[in-house]
């Protein structure tokens, strides 16, 4: 598989395109705001889905699709604690502290909707 698509509800598309695109990295692909855009990253193909997306649209049993849950995606950096230190300047909101376990390194950054971002660090071998 070359490459993946995830989808994410976001509140406003512009504002999740330049989140996205002048944060982390990602080129935008296309835009159809407020809809929807798409941007990548290497293999990873972001749909930023808003409320006037088809995405948004209720379930039969009446749930509308939204923004913020614990889903992510996983963003691997060489040095997490320069990620943290420069995206915190930016403004860009934390759920937690730096989380390091045996395998590595990480922690969850939140979009401007509230989805979550994984940045990891892999450990060194």
């Known amino acids: 598989m070359a490459q993946v698509n995830v989808r994410y509800m ?6 999740a395109v330049e989140f996205y695109t002048t944060k982390l990295g990602f080129r ?20 930023l889905a808003g409320p006037a997306s088809s995405a948004g649209r209720p379930m039969p049993d009446g749930r509308i699709p939204g923004p913020g849950g614990w889903n992510r995606i ?31 390194a990480q922690i969850l950054a939140e979009d ?13 071998s």
């Not at 935008?28 to 193909?45: E, H």
């Not at 401007?112 to 060194?124: T, Y």
């Open 28 to 47: 935008l692909l296309s835009n159809a705001s407020p809809a929807f855009a798409d941007v990548i990253l290497g293999d990873l193909r972001l749909l």
């Open 74 to 104: 996983e963003l691997v950096v060489p040095d997490i604690e320069a990620e943290v230190k420069r995206l915190s300047k930016e403004g860009v909101k934390f759920r937690n502290e730096i989380v390091r376990g045996p395998g590595g």
């Open 10 to 15: 976001v509140r406003d598309v512009a504002e």
């Open 112 to 124: 401007p909707s509230g989805n979550v971002i994984e940045l990891f660090q892999p450990a060194r």
